[in-house]
């Protein structure tokens, strides 16, 4: 089976995050304008290299801005399950991104509206389309993943009943009845606990506005205090 989903498109987030993508570009332009002003003025390039470095961690979260911009406006999710494989594809965006799950590995799947639950980070990202989706994948006891963000109850229920009897083909042929119990999924707050891959990824995003106040607080300094 395969099925692609079309993101839909959310023009408030898409202005919002085009606000802050050209708050981005204004201050990282600053800070290498500063940059190059400090070598002019024969600055011994520590001042200089630390103004670079601000505006390199800035000019990186204005990609990462844009590519949730382009996941809005084009982005979609390819799901393609073979006799092997579960294969999560995501593609529109300047990054792409797959997923890999073994079908000896999946535990269940089901249909679940992705949880909002004030406890967790990743809850929050569901609001700019970062999280989210209606099918959800349990795999290896403790790792999850959510499947279509933009898509009704309905076909989402009819991808999961595709899914699982696929799931269930495949386990009769090569599982045996014993390998058939399903584990009991881990959770915390609700969520199920997550591999490392993703509490990396959530950290990063957490940190995403602390590089942001510090670029603009040493802008200020700087338009305050000039070299």
């Known amino acids: 089976m395969e099925r692609t989903f079309k993101k839909k498109t959310s ?131 403790r790792h999850v993943v959510y499947i279509g963000q933009s898509i009704s109850d309905e076909e989402a229920k009819e991808c999961v009943e595709e899914m699982n009897a696929k799931l269930l083909e495949f386990s009769k042929q090569y599982l045996y009845p014993r390998d058939l119990q399903k584990r009991k999924i881990k959770r915390i707050f609700g969520f199920p606990i997550m591999s490392f891959e993703n509490i990396a990824t959530l950290i990063f995003y957490s940190l995403f506005a602390i590089p942001l106040i510090m670029s603009l607080w040493f802008f200020i300094l700087m338009q305050i205090y000039p070299a």
């Open 11 to 141: 023009w408030g987030i898409v202005l919002r995050l085009s606000v802050i993508s050209a708050f981005m570009l204004i201050i990282s332009a600053g800070f290498l304008y500063g940059g190059i002003d400090l070598i002019m003025l024969g600055d011994d390039y520590g001042a200089s290299r630390f103004l670079f470095g601000i505006a390199s961690i800035i000019i990186l979260l204005l990609l990462f801005t844009l590519d949730g911009i382009l996941w809005h406006l084009r982005g979609k999710e390819i799901v393609r399950m073979n006799n092997e494989k579960l294969i999560i594809k995501k593609r529109g965006g300047l990054f792409r991104s797959q997923k890999s799950i073994n079908l000896f590995e999946i535990d269940e799947i089901f249909f679940e509206p992705y949880p909002s639950n004030f406890f967790s980070l990743s809850a929050n990202f569901k609001s700019i389309g970062l999280r989210g989706g209606k099918i959800c994948v349990e795999y290896k006891g």
